[in-house]
Structure formats: structure tokens, C-alpha cells
């Protein structure tokens, strides 16, 4: 783990006096510190924390915002230690700037794996205490009192003896901040039945710009003397683009400028829906260089699934615990079973895009994105022009969705905007329209799952191997953590073992393939896969034991009373023992990063059409403290609906290594019409917050396949479950 | 040939070529970008406003359509962001990433319009033209029953 900011006392006060705050560009109203305090004197206490004598409290938010509400909880935890007045906060955006702001868990600046909350919690509650101790040591000696006998309120310091009381913006007027930030151990952090934020909902930020149309999304950028650009991209990647004949193109009204790059063919153009003609009058062909030439994602379902049934084939073990071969001979009863996931693609709502601004002397760029990680848009930027990262401005910007797409290691369409903007010295908008973004995915990889669980005489579950070939993801995505991990890709096989269940003997391993397909993290990453394959299979060991699906997993987490806790909610919510005619019920359980769900879904079958329909979906979700309880409910709503996505309809196919979807119309994402009742319950055990913002969604697919077991007898193994696929098992 | 309507209750003439899609005359030229873009194609309904009164995809309409009609987009829904679908969109805490959100919106107060106590089916019905990635339909149901309820 990188070092945390909360024990380098350095990161207190290291650039504080010269400490320069973003502006909040993407909110017109959370305005940077500078404005916001103007004309009132400020004191700037820590990197985190500025305070102004009229009382405003500007706090850094070091998460990027797209839409799961982490630019709000993560200064609101610093508020909670620090005591301030949260109507008197101005959230301001942090800068690029990975020594102070950096996320614990990676190091550098970056939004994902649901863990901003999780990572910062204990380093801002302890940087809100220490900045609360500064102003308490200010108080005690203005007033020449021992600091032990002053508290605070909301924004206040008192001293209950004379009854004085200071408010946080007179003690700005005159604080005097130590060169090193004081020390506070975590046992002095406020007792949580004293919280006054965690816990309790507040508005988020973004939230009132998100319903008139004036939150700024990097799309939305107008810059004076700004032009458009759209880049055809090689349909493969590292295929480059052979020959060109752009006459066509050029004779569309408003081309500015067209030019060749290494991996495709840009325009520049005087609107956008010129650049966009433009682009599509482009005639190309391309090189056939590139791994994915040739590559046909049903071809390639079958020879992952052989490899993963495969003994030969050489494996990487992740986990091995007893000795499962010995225990499966044993066992009295062995079952095998395959499992296969496709191809899923973000389709986050805002198309890639990026607004860059090159100097005319090339030596300096100004760009306008939203993305996971400043860091890297920086460092991509200054890359793309050979200049050094501080001749690099950022203008961050709200998120249209993030899922994974927005913070690869080359940040493409960051790349893709300044090497256009490059070309004419002027700002460019550079769009990808949603052909684009379909064609240029970089997706959740395939994967093929082979299992072998072995039960004893009781029918218990003494042995589990689980075999899974997959693409590689990191090395494409982030070959910097690649190195850094020495290739043992966690984004594609994390959790394969379900080690929240007591199972005797375990073995994990992974098949790592290589395709050539654009691969990426997603909403769910591995455990998505993951929990198809195995809760599919621990509802078809239940079944064969003979034991009730949900008693069954009960008897695996018979040691952790949250996760019987939340296994009998689903049960209570769903009715689980009440009987159904024409639909049925599926369970599923899972530990995903110490955030604890169980789910139950309700379907039914046409089976003249082959359709499943989901009826309702329970959910009982235990993700800790939850700073925020109602985005931990919109987040699991939402992961519900990714998870349906996942489970019947999202499916992208490759024929000779080229995307064959192009748009939301052959590209099914859930509609209205097609979403369950979602009822959720959140349990939030006083225990360190984990994560919530995918946490619900790997359980949908293998709920919404066992109770299609349930009802018909059919087990379905491959996902998505679409109506072809049904029918298909229907018959079989 | 400059092409003459209102938006916003304002005259406006614009010069783009007459096949422009509304949209993107409406988030270039007349700089109002709280009209989206998502899918281009007439599927995500990110582009709706409304056109005369009727919610219309924006990326489906060339500019040359609404000569001399009245557009309204998010923007101009209402004067303090009080349209009675906004108010009931921050009651139910609707938005995530919020970029589908106006045109949710300008859905939705074209559904009220024509029918101010919404059935939940009708609701369901008339919203699967809009597609928020994020999924916040379950959300939205509410507001949209709540608008009803308040207004
Ligand atoms: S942008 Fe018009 S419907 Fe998607
Ligand atoms: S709120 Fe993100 S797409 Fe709807």
C-alpha cells in the first residue's frame, strides 16, 4: 500500500502557505475558496481545510464525482471531526496533486473499486481532528484557559466554565498554525454516537445543478475560438490506418483540418455535427496489425471453456487451502459444472470526450475532463505534447458515469483531444459520439468458469476448485499496476474462492488469455463473473444435497452473525418459505470487499419466448458505517440495474476482432420497463465503512438463474440469460 | 438562409445548415448545453425537449422542423429551478451522475402535462424512452408520483 497520507505529518502543512485551490468549474454555485471568502481573511489550516473570518469552512474533495456522491461524503467526514457547521462548508476540488490528495489504497489520484470512502475514511477524520485541535490550541491560549477544558459545537469552540464561546471565523482572524500538524491518536476521534453528519443524509452538492441543466460535464465546455474534432479510430487495436482518401471529407462545409495519426484519422471541424460528417465521409482501410484480427467472441467462449476444463493447461494459483483433490476423492458426492460470461460494455450516458487547449507554441495545454483519475489526465496530456506535467492545466468536471471507462492508464480520449487541439494550435472539443464509444469499448472481459465441489455424506460442503479462464485486463488497462502487481491481475481474478464460506478445502487458480480484445475494469469487476459461476453452483450443490438453497448457505457463514443476519433479512423480506405458482424465488450471498449482501429474486418464464421476467428483488446490504445512507441506497438500486443488464441483455459480440454493436439500439441496457420492484434493506453494523457502489450487482445474475432453476429445472450457464439462450436450455 | 423560432420564450434565428439536429444547434449556437447528447439515434431520450409543448428527441429533429415553432429545454422548464417535476426530483434525491437527468425531466413534465395523475404503468410506459445508465429508475417512478401528488 502507498503511504498514507494521514501518517506523513508533512501533508499537513507541506504547501499550505502557497496552496492554490481548484475552482469548482463543474458547479457554478461551489465556487473555489478564493471567491467564495473573498473579501474575508482566511487562514488556510491544513491542505484539507481553509477558514474564513466570516466562518466559511472550505474543505478539498479529493474524489472524482460521477454521480456516486463521493465529492459530498468525503469533506463531510472531515466536517464530522473538525465539528464545523455544514451549512457554512464550501467543497472545493482538489488538485492534481498525488502527495497530498492521493487515494490510500493506490497511491495516486483515483476514483474506483467503490473504495473512496473506505480509503479516506480514517486519514480525513483524523485530519479534521487535528485541524479541531489546532483551533482549540488558539482558543485556549486567547483566552489563556488549558485547552482540556474547551469543547466545540458546530463551528464553535467553548469554554463552559466562563461560558465564552468563539466562533471557528473569529479564531481565522488571529490563528497562528504549528509547523507540525498535531498529534491526534485514533481513540480521540469523536465517538460515533456523538456524529452529527455520518450517518445523517445531507443534499448532496451536485445534486441541485443535476436538475436544471446547469451542471458542466467536460461535453458542455465552450471555450472562445473553440473548435470540434472527431477521431475515426482503428476498429482493432495497434491496426493503423493504411490507406487514406479524405476528398469526400473535405468537401463537407466547415472541415477545418483532417489528420492522420497513428491509430486513426482525426477531424477538425467548425461544429461538431460537421466533424461528425466529416468523419463518417472518411474512407480507410487498415493495417492488418493488431492481436484481435481474426478473434470471433463465440470461437472464443468454446476455447476458453476448454482451457479452463483443461488439466494441461498451464495455471496461476490464487488460492489453495487443504487439499482438495484428496478431499473431492473422498467426498460422497462430486459435482461439476461450466459457467461463461460475455462481453459487457460501460455505455456510461456521456460519450468520451475532452476539451484541450495547446499554447501556440505547443509548450503548455489546458484541458477541461471528467475522469478517474486527475493524475493520469495530467500526465497524459503533458505525455501527448513532451512537456512536463506542470505546464499542464486541469479543469475537472463532472462525470456523465465513470464504471471503469474513465481511468485507464492512457486516458485515450484525453490523449485524443490534445494531439487535436495540437494540430491547430486552437481548443478543440474533441467527441466521441456513441458509435464511437460502442466500437472503441474496452470491455468486461470473457470468461469461461469450470467448478468441482465435493459433499460429504451429510451434505456438506467439503471441497471446492473453481478454474477460470478470462481476459487479461490489468495488463491492458493499467500496465504500470501490471508491474507493480507482477501479473497477477486481480481485476480479472480476485475472490475466486468465496472465502466467506467455511469450505474445508478450497482451490483457486486462473487461466489468463490473451485475445487482443480492448479489455477494462467494470461496475462488479471480478466478482461479477465470479459470483455467476459460483452462487450459481452453490445453489445447484444445495439442490443436490437436498438441502434448501438458503438453509445451505446459512450452514456456510454459521460463524458470522452479520452474514446470518442479512441472509435472514432476505429470507423475511422475499417470504421465502411461501410457496409460488407461476414464479419462483433464487438466492444468493456474497462478501465483497467486507461489504455484506444477500439477495433474492422473484421471476417467471414465457417459455414460448424464452424471456425472463424479474419480478421483484430483495436486497440486504451491510457495507459498515454508512456515511451516507441514502447513497448507499441509490447505489444499490443502481447495481441492481446493472446487475439485470449483466444477467439478460448486455451483450457485446466480436466477428474477425471488430465490435458488432453500434448503438443503444442493438446494445440492450435496461429500460423502465424492464426493472423489478427493488426493495432493500440496509443493515449498518457500527464497523469501518466498506464500499457500496457495486456491491449489489454481481448477485443479480446467479438470483435471477436459480430461481429460473427453481421454477424450471433448467440451470442456465451462461450470462447473459437471453431469451435465445433460454430456450435453447429449455429444450435441451 | 437564417431559420427563425423562439426557445425559451426568446426569438431566436439561427444560421446553421437546415439538417442540423436540433441539438446541436441548441448546445453550440444558442449555447444551452443542458440538452444532452447520448446516443444520436432517437434511443436514450438524453436530447429530449420540447416543441410546442410536445416532447420531442432533439436529435431526431433537423432545425429546418421547428421554423417558427417554440422550443423549451431544461433550461427553460422553469424560472428557479420550481417546476413542480424539478421540486419532487431533489425530494426523491433522484440524480447520480445526473447527465440522462434533463432529459428524464423534460420527459416527465411532458407525461404530467398530459396527464396529471399518471397511472404507475403509464409512468413506466412513457419513461422506457429515457435511459439513465446510472438507474435511477426506481427513483424516478417516485418523483414522478410525487410531482403528481404536489402539484
Ligand atoms: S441523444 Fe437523442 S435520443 Fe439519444
Ligand atoms: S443519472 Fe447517470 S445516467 Fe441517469
Redesign the interface.
Known amino acids: 500500500m502507498a503511504s498514507s497520507p494521514s501518517v506523513s505529518r508533512r501533508g499537513f502543512m507541506v504547501g499550505a502557505a502557497g496552496l492554490t485551490f481548484g475552482v469548482a468549474a463543474c458547479l457554478p454555485h461551489s465556487v473555489g475558496v478564493a471567491q467564495a471568502a473573498v473579501p474575508s481573511k482566511q487562514a488556510v489550516l491544513s491542505p484539507w481545510v481553509t477558514l474564513s473570518t466570516d466562518g466559511t469552512v472550505s474543505i478539498v474533495s479529493p474524489a472524482a464525482e460521477m454521480g456516486q456522491g463521493s465529492f459530498t461524503s468525503l469533506p463531510l467526514i472531515i466536517a464530522e471531526d473538525l465539528d464545523a457547521d455544514w451549512a457554512k462548508v464550501r467543497v472545493v476540488v482538489a488538485p492534481p496533486d498525488d502527495k497530498l490528495y492521493a487515494n490510500p489504497n493506490f497511491g495516486y489520484m483515483y476514483t474506483a473499486s467503490s473504495n473512496a470512502v473506505l480509503a479516506y475514511y480514517t486519514p480525513l477524520r483524523r485530519f479534521g481532528a487535528q485541524v479541531r485541535r489546532v483551533l482549540l490550541d488558539n482558543a485556549a491560549r486567547h483566552w489563556n484557559v488549558p485547552v482540556a477544558e474547551l469543547t466545540t459545537a458546530p463551528n464553535v469552540v467553548i469554554h463552559e466554565k466562563s461560558g465564552r464561546r468563539l466562533d471557528y471565523g473569529a479564531i481565522a482572524a488571529f490563528a497562528v498554525v504549528p509547523e507540525k500538524a498535531p498529534e491526534v491518536k485514533e481513540e480521540e476521534l469523536k465517538p460515533s454516537s456523538q456524529f452529527r453528519l455520518i450517518g445523517k443524509d445531507v443534499m448532496r452538492i451536485d445534486m441541485p445543478h443535476k436538475v436544471n441543466g446547469t451542471a458542466q460535464y467536460s461535453i458542455d465546455v465552450q471555450t472562445p475560438g473553440m473548435l470540434y474534432g472527431a477521431i475515426l479510430r482503428a476498429p482493432v487495436e495497434g491496426a493503423a490506418p493504411d490507406q487514406v482518401n479524405d476528398a469526400k471529407a473535405h468537401a463537407i462545409a466547415g472541415i477545418v483540418k483532417i489528420v492522420r495519426l497513428p491509430y486513426g484519422v482525426g477531424v477538425i471541424a467548425k461544429t461538431s455535427w460537421a466533424a461528425f460528417a466529416g468523419k463518417k465521409a472518411l474512407e480507410v482501410t487498415w493495417t492488418r496489425d493488431g492481436k484481435a484480427w481474426g478473434f470471433d467472441s463465440d470461437k472464443g467462449s468454446e476455447d476458453y471453456a476448454a482451457a479452463a476444463r483443461n488439466p494441461q493447461v498451464p495455471v496461476q494459483t490464487w488460492v489453495t487451502q487443504g487439499d482438495v483433490p484428496q478431499a473431492l476423492q473422498n467426498a460422497a458426492t462430486v459435482l461439476e459444472a461450466d459457467y461463461g460470461c460475455g462481453f459487457m460494455y460501460h455505455g456510461q450516458m456521456e460519450p468520451l470526450n475532452a476539451v484541450a487547449s495547446v499554447s501556440p507554441k505547443g509548450d503548455k495545454v489546458e484541458i477541461w475532463v471528467g475522469v478517474q483519475s486527475k493524475t493520469i489526465a495530467v500526465t497524459v496530456a503533458a505525455d501527448a505534447l513532451g512537456i512536463a506535467p506542470d505546464k499542464v492545466v486541469l479543469h475537472d468536471m463532472l462525470m456523465g458515469g465513470g464504471f471503469g471507462r474513465r481511468g485507464h492508464r492512457d486516458e485515450e480520449f484525453v490523449h485524443d483531444a490534445v494531439v487535436l487541439s495540437n494540430a491547430v494550435k486552437k481548443p478543440v472539443k474533441m467527441m466521441w459520439t456513441r458509435e464511437d464509444d460502442v466500437r472503441n469499448g474496452r470491455f468486461y472481459p470473457l470468461s469461461a468458469h469450470y467448478l468441482r465441489g465435493g459433499l460429504d455424506a451429510s451434505g456438506k460442503l467439503v471441497a471446492l476448485h473453481h478454474r477460470k479462464a478470462c481476459d487479461q485486463v490489468t495488463a491492458f488497462q493499467d500496465p504500470v499496476r501490471y508491474q507493480q502487481i507482477k501479473g497477477r491481475d486481480t481485476i480479472a481474478f480476485a475472490n475466486l474462492d468465496m472465502k466467506w464460506y467455511a469450505i474445508p478445502n478450497r482451490l483457486a487458480e486462473g487461466v489468463p488469455q490473451d485475445n487482443g480484445v480492448r479489455s477494462s475494469t467494470l461496475r462488479g469487476v471480478a466478482n461479477l463473473s465470479n459470483a455467476f459461476a459460483t452462487e450459481s453452483f452453490i445453489d445447484e450443490l444445495a439442490r443436490k444435497g437436498g438441502i434448501d438453497p438458503a438453509a445451505f448457505r446459512r450452514s456456510l457463514v454459521a460463524d458470522s452473525p452479520r452474514s446470518l443476519a442479512l441472509i435472514d433479512a432476505v429470507t423475511r423480506m422475499s417470504q421465502w418459505d411461501r410457496k409460488r405458482t407461476d414464479t419462483a424465488l433464487g438466492i444468493g450471498f456474497e462478501n465483497y470487499s467486507n461489504t455484506l449482501i444477500a439477495e433474492v429474486a422473484e421471476v417467471s418464464v414465457d417459455r414460448r419466448t424464452g424471456a425472463i421476467r424479474v419480478h421483484d428483488i430483495w436486497v440486504a446490504i451491510d457495507p459498515g458505517i454508512a456515511v451516507q445512507p441514502d447513497s448507499v441506497l441509490a447505489q444499490t438500486e443502481g447495481s441492481v440495474v446493472w446487475g439485470l443488464g449483466f444477467a439478460l441483455s448486455e451483450h457485446i459480440s466480436i466477428k474477425d476482432g471488430v465490435v458488432q454493436q453500434v448503438n443503444f439500439s442493438d446494445y440492450h441496457v435496461p429500460r423502465m420497463n424492464e426493472i423489478p420492484e427493488i426493495h432493500i434493506e440496509l443493515i449498518a453494523t457500527e464497523v469501518h465503512p466498506s464500499g457500496v457502489g457495486q456491491m449489489a450487482m454481481p448477485l443479480v445474475a446467479p438470483v435471477i438463474g436459480n430461481a429460473v432453476a427453481a421454477l424450471t429445472g433448467v440451470r442456465l450457464r451462461q450470462a447473459p440469460m437471453t431469451r435465445d439462450r433460454v430456450l435453447a436450455a429449455l429444450k435441451a | 438562409m437564417a431559420i427563425s423560432f423562439k426557445v425559451n420564450g426568446r426569438a431566436v434565428d439561427v444560421n446553421?445548415?437546415p439538417d442540423?439536429?436540433l441539438l446541436?444547434v441548441l448546445?453550440?449556437?444558442l449555447?444551452?448545453?443542458?440538452?444532452?447528447?447520448?446516443?444520436?439515434?432517437g434511443?436514450?431520450g438524453?436530447c429530449m425537449v420540447h416543441v410546442d409543448g410536445d416532447r420531442t428527441f432533439s436529435c431526431q429533429a433537423p432545425v429546418a422542423a421547428v421554423a417558427h415553432r417554440s422550443v423549451t429545454?431544461?433550461?427553460g422548464?422553469?424560472a428557479h429551478?420550481d417546476h413542480p417535476v424539478?421540486k419532487a426530483?431533489?425530494a426523491e434525491?433522484?440524480?447520480?451522475?445526473?447527465?440522462?437527468?434533463?432529459g428524464q425531466?423534460m420527459s416527465a413534465a411532458a407525461l404530467l402535462k398530459d396527464h396529471p395523475h399518471p397511472t404507475r404503468a403509464q409512468i413506466?410506459?412513457y419513461?422506457?424512452t429515457?435511459?439513465?445508465?446510472?438507474?435511477?429508475?426506481?427513483?424516478?417512478?417516485r418523483a414522478i408520483e410525487r410531482a403528481a401528488r404536489e402539484s
Open positions: 446553421a445548415p442540423t439536429p446541436w448546445r453550440e449556437e449555447k444551452l448545453p443542458g440538452t444532452k447528447f447520448g446516443c444520436g439515434v434511443q436514450c438524453a429545454t431544461i433550461e422548464l422553469s429551478s424539478q426530483w431533489l434525491r433522484v440524480p447520480q451522475c445526473g447527465y440522462c437527468q434533463s425531466i413506466v410506459e419513461m422506457s429515457n435511459i439513465c445508465r446510472c438507474g435511477t429508475y426506481p427513483r424516478i417512478v
